[in-house]
């Protein structure tokens, strides 16, 4: 399993709210989808997270790829400082 954490730098009064709950609703068609959230920064409202979980990396680089995601995010561009920064973690397992 893995979290993609998809940084955003937002330009000042920028509202990426809608475009992140399009994203939300797409990823979740695609297959390995598990979950997703939106998360703001609560010092600084100008810096915003996508952050997703999915089954597989296979499945997060199909959707990454994907004809909706890039149009959405073309969309976004004029809210955006400058391009988003994708970081992947493989999440690990913890045992007591």
């Not at 475009?19 to 797409?26: A, N, Q, T």
């Not at 990396?57 to 199909?62: D, F, L, S, T």
């Amino acid at each position: 399993m893995i979290k993609v954490i998809v940084g955003h730098k937002l330009k000042p009064s920028a509202n990426v709210q809608p475009i992140f709950l399009k994203l939300r609703s797409h990823a979740m068609t695609y297959p390995g989808f598990i979950s997703a959230e939106n998360l703001v920064g609560e010092k600084d409202a100008s810096l915003a997270v996508f952050v997703s979980t999915w089954n597989a990396v296979q499945n997060w680089r199909a959707w990454e790829i994907s004809k909706i995601r890039t149009e959405l995010y073309r969309e976004a561009e004029e809210l955006l400082v400058e391009e988003p920064k994708v970081t992947i973690y493989m999440i690990m397992p913890t045992q007591w």
